[in-house]
């Protein structure tokens, strides 16, 4: 049996963002978890906050009887790098496209700033995220996604979307991000995957350097992909199916050298899948 699949997206995205992704994989055993306010309504009381999410991830992790294969897009690439440093017992291996958010030099990207402020915030999610179903196409289209994935995304982007964005923000505005990433070499626990999409011309999740300096700092494998774009789920799955398929395929190699254990805590009861 494979070990688990599990895919975390970011914002403004659902789990529909992932198909391109399994299609490539050839995985139809995968699990895609929403974080609460992106893709499923967030429930009374959540905390939409960096904490909060990783607590809730932690939590959704919790029901697997056997440690994941976990990657993470976006700000589900952080939720994944959180995970890795706090809860390696919950995970065989991390991949995370996100880890130049942890870098001490980080600074968060413009459209970021704005919904980090008061009054602003606000009048930015309301252009974006209450428009029309067709506006809320333009503006991922915008993005650069297309397709039907793209029509999957705009047709989850609401108001509670927009709600968790100003809350998830406002709670990362720096040094908080920087703090967090003093404990990256935490994440060398597990085994590591940094992708680093090289053609993300916003590098709304950090420049190249910063991506390099965080995965090394955890540890982690490094996945430059020359020509792969922030959305790479939607629009370029390849790249990085390929290097996630060989990061799997060494560390399969690796425990049929050695016992599993080295890297999977023991079966924890929980959900059957």
């Known amino acids: 049996m494979p070990v688990p699949l599990v895919l975390v997206h970011g914002n403004p995205e659902n789990s529909g963002v992932w198909g391109p992704l399994l299609e490539v994989l050839g995985r139809d055993d995968a699990v895609s978890l929403s974080p609460p306010g992106f893709g499923v309504p967030a429930p009374d009381g959540f905390s939409a906050t960096v904490e909060g999410y990783r607590a809730w991830l932690a939590a959704r992790l919790e029901q697997f009887r056997e440690p994941v294969d976990l990657v993470g897009h976006d700000w589900g690439g952080a939720h994944v790098a959180r995970i890795a440093m706090t809860r390696p017992d919950l995970i065989r291996s991390w991949a995370s496209d996100a880890l130049g958010l942890f870098a001490p030099d980080y600074v968060w990207h413009a ?11 606000e009048a930015s999610v309301k252009e974006i995220f209450g428009g029309t179903p067709a506006q809320r196409l333009e503006v991922v289209n915008g993005l650069g996604m297309t397709g039907p994935a793209a029509e999957r995304v705009a047709a989850g982007m609401d108001d509670g979307m927009g709600r968790a964005v100003l809350s998830l923000l406002r709670s990362a505005a720096q040094p908080v991000m920087a703090d967090a990433g003093r404990d990256l070499a935490k994440a060398r626990q597990r085994p590591g995957l940094a992708l680093i999409a090289l053609a993300d011309a916003d590098q709304a999740s950090g420049t190249p350097a910063q991506h390099r300096f965080a995965g090394e700092a955890a540890g982690a494998e490094i996945a430059e992909l020359p020509g792969t774009g922030h959305w790479w789920p939607v629009t370029d799955p390849h790249p990085v199916a ?3 398929t ?3 395929s060494r560390l399969d190699g690796q425990a049929s050298e050695r016992t599993r254990g080295e890297f999977a805590a023991p079966p924890r009861p929980g959900i059957q899948r």
């Open 111 to 121: 459209r970021a700033q704005v919904w980090q402020q008061e009054g602003a915030g």
């Open 242 to 244: 390929r290097a996630l």
């Open 246 to 248: 060989a990061f799997w």
